[in-house]
């Protein structure tokens, strides 16, 4: 069989709002906190991981709550529906408020909202994707995320969100919103959790995928010594590249206008397009050389991008940071296509949830310690630690990947079964 793009892209409207809402949150919020409320990069820093403390002790909570009922709209649909509409609502009145004791206390709701249903919509992609393709379905997943963080990114550009000193994001904030149920609608009215669940479990049985995962007496197995030593390996290269990676878009919006002083719309758009170019090939590439090589290789880019963008510096032909951006998207992209894949992969039956959940909460607690952390090296050693401190800890994530055993895609078998043909709706 092969993969069922039109449902993966379907699928991938729930990545796409959610996407939609961090892109903007990490662009807006840092310079609503600075410019706005005057406050320190330490303090700001602060302020920006505290939906990675939400997200560490609720995703895996709801995570492991979506695996558990089954309404007659799926496992996933109804927090995504409930989650979403409270988030946007929430998001919306940002803009407005110019007390910042209230302000934290409506940001604060705002993020709750999203880790109610951020590891159910995740989750949502491997139940309807048998194992051997979930690589390519995490491709277009991810693609669709990228597509509505170039959306947010372009809207910066039409209200000039990135104007030095800028406060008033209102209309902004509203917008993105509208576009987050806009996404919403379309999931809702194409999306037929149940019966595309239901289709993966019969390929899974059909095509014998997993025949050795079968409960035993009502009893799941569990992992081995070997499986979860490289779980944990897995987990720990995510906290490692995304506390070298969201130290990067926690603060470059506010790096780009005070060191570099060019426009930082521009330069995460040409990271958000490099990466939308290669999700596919890095998914196809996966598939045929295996996830554990192909994240190695992003890491690598990754590395060599932040590295390099070190010795930019304001004055700079903006050209060079364009292709150190490209480079990092590439390099980001390919980690991410295959990453979320390896941890799922490891997931016995009825679990895909509570995995996605493992998953977050290794991403989640680096996005806790990055922006502070970050932020208070900043303070002490000035910007010129930006890029190296991401570059460090994007390389050390190469070495624990190295040592990964399991979890990775068998390329014999995804060939195997792509040669059975297509699937319908």
Not at 18 to 24: N, T, Y
Not at 396 to 423: I, W
Request: hydrophobic share 55%; charged share 15%.
């Amino acid at each position: 069989m092969k993969l069922n793009y039109k449902r993966t892209i379907l699928v991938g409207f729930a990545f796409f709002l959610i996407s939609a809402f961090w892109q903007a949150y990490d662009t807006v919020v840092p310079l609503i906190l600075t410019n706005k409320f005057g406050m320190k990069q330490l303090s700001s820093g602060i302020i920006m991981s505290l939906d990675n403390i939400f997200a560490v002790f609720m995703l895996p909570v709801f995570g492991a709550i979506s695996d558990r009922i089954n309404t007659k709209y799926g496992r996933r649909t109804p927090f995504i529906f409930f989650g979403t509409i409270a988030a946007t609502v929430f998001f919306s009145l940002l803009g407005y408020v110019n007390n910042v004791g209230i302000f934290v206390v409506v940001l604060l709701f705002a993020l709750l909202s999203m880790a109610t249903f951020r590891s159910p919509a995740v989750a949502l992609m491997p139940d309807v994707t048998v194992k051997p393709l979930r690589s390519k379905g995490n491709a277009i997943i991810n693609l669709m995320g990228t597509a509505g963080g170039i959306i947010v990114l372009g809207l910066g550009i039409v209200f000039k969100t990135n104007e030095k000193g800028k406060t008033d994001f209102g209309i902004y904030m509203i917008i993105v919103a509208l576009l987050m149920i806009a996404a919403l609608v379309v999931f809702l009215l194409t999306v037929k959790e149940r019966k595309w669940a239901k289709d993966m479990e019969i390929d899974t049985v059909k095509y014998c995928i997993d025949e050795d995962e079968e409960p035993i007496d009502g009893i799941k197995r569990n992992l081995n010594s070997a499986e979860l030593k490289s779980l944990i390996l897995i987990l720990a290269s995510v906290v490692l590249w995304y506390i070298g990676y969201n130290a990067v878009t926690s603060k470059y919006s506010v790096y780009a206008s005070e060191v570099l002083e060019v426009p930082y719309t521009v330069t995460l758009m040409v990271a958000q397009g490099a990466a939308i170019i290669s999700y596919i090939p890095v998914g196809l590439i996966a598939s045929r050389v295996g996830r554990k090589k192909t994240i190695l290789a992003g890491v690598i880019m990754l590395t060599a991008a932040f590295g390099s963008a070190a010795f930019i510096k304001a004055g700079t032909p903006e050209v060079v940071m364009y292709l150190l951006f490209a480079l990092a998207g590439i390099g980001w992209a390919t980690i991410n296509v295959n990453s979320f894949p390896m941890v799922v992969e490891l997931a016995k039956v009825g679990d895909v949830g509570k995995y996605t959940g493992f998953y977050y909460t290794a991403s989640m607690s680096a996005q806790i310690v990055t922006p502070i952390f970050s932020g208070a090296l900043v303070d002490l050693c000035g910007w010129w630690i930006f890029f190296p401190y991401a570059a460090v800890f994007a390389g050390l994530a190469f070495v624990t990947m190295f040592f990964v055993k399991h979890g990775d895609s068998r390329p014999d078998r995804v060939g195997a079964l792509e040669s059975l043909g297509g699937a319908d709706d």
